[in-house]
Every structure is written in C-alpha cells, then in structure tokens.
C-alpha cells in the first residue's frame, strides 16, 4: 500500500456523491429513469449513488472492454462485451460511469444507445480526467475533476487489483512505465 497517495479521502467521496444524488433527485422528478452503469469500475459507485435516491428507478449494466496502448493507458477502441437486457426505447437513460479518460469508451457507448431511441440520455461520472480527453463528450453530473494521473480504488482497478479500496489514490508506481 505504500506506493498508494490518496487523493479522495472515503469522506470526501461520500459527501460528493450525495451532491450528485441531489442533483439527479431534482432533474428526474417525476421520472422513473433508468440508470446504466458500465462495469466493472462503476459498481462502488452505482451502490453508493442508487442509496441516496429516493426515488422511483431501474438499475441496468453495461460491459465495455477497451484494449490497446498498456495496462495504465486505456486503449483507442471500445467493444461491448455484455450488452443490454432491457429495451431502452422511450426510457429516460442515465449512464453512471466511473471516470471518463480519453472520452472513447462513452462516444462508443453514446452513438449505441442514441441508436435505440431512448426519451432522454445522460451521463453522470464520478471522476472526469480531463486533461486527456480525445474526443468532446457531453458529463451532465461530475463528482470530481482530477489531472491527468493514473487513480484507484472506489471500484477502479491497476490489473484488476485495488479495486475494493473505500477512497482514490493516486498509484505512483505506474509513473515510470507510462
Ligand atoms: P476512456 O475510454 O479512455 O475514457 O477510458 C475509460 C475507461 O478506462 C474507464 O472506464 C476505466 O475502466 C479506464 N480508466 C481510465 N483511467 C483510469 C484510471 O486512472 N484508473 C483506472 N482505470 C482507468
């Protein structure tokens, strides 16, 4: 654990995620809208989020598998690995992601599901690394901005290890191989 830096404390990320939940809790009124959360990274995330709405709602999962540039770049392709089980014409969808990067992996997801029609699609992330992005991709809800630096824990995994870590840290290690 001594190379992990923390960047988020446990605290810190509650707090924000309730921020989030209040925002989504005021836009959806009246709605029943389906969250979508895309695996594995965001399952922390979603069980932490879906607690503090009081409200009507669909839980649904996504599997996206990037492949490429190394095991702490995310690579320039995104392939849907397990799809959707529920028709999402006509629903109000909310995508929960855990950090957008690059940008790819949601412009992939984003063109697949504007295709099925849904009445409304959002993105809610709980971190946005926005120095790298590749491509403009529309956040709706932002937990935190973080630099261009490579984070886990809260669900986000360096090869699949870490992920069960209750804050972000910054793994310095992977500094020198990126
Ligand atoms: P993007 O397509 O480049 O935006 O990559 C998104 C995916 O890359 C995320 O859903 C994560 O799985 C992974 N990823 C990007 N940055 C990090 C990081 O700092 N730590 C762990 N996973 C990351």
Redesign the pocket.
């Known amino acids: 654990m001594s190379e992990l830096q923390v960047l988020f404390s446990p605290e810190e990320i509650r707090a924000t995620v309730e921020r989030l939940a209040q925002e989504i809790q005021r836009d959806y009124q009246g709605k029943s809208p389906l969250l979508l959360g895309?695996l594995k990274?965001c399952f922390m995330f979603m069980a932490d989020l879906v607690r503090n709405l009081n409200m009507p709602l669909e839980i649904e999962f996504v599997a996206l598998s990037?492949y490429g540039r190394g095991r702490t770049k995310?690579s320039g392709k995104?392939e849907l690995v397990q799809g959707l089980r529920t028709p999402i014409k006509g629903r109000d969808v909310l995508i929960i992601?855990?950090?957008?990067?690059?940008?790819?992996?949601?412009d992939f997801l984003l063109k697949h599901l504007r295709r099925k029609k849904p009445a409304s699609l959002k993105v809610c992330a709980l971190f946005d690394?926005a120095p790298r992005r590749e491509v403009t991709v529309p956040i709706d809800y932002v937990g935190f901005t973080i630099p261009d630096v490579?984070?886990?824990g809260y669900g986000?995994?360096?090869d699949e290890k870490y992920r069960q870590l209750p804050g972000l840290y910054f793994l310095k290690e992977t500094e020198s191989s990126r």
């Not at 992601?97 to 949601?106: F, P, R």
């Open positions: 895309v990274g990037s995310t995104a992601e855990d950090i957008v990067d690059s940008g790819l992996t949601l690394k490579f984070v886990v986000l995994d360096y």
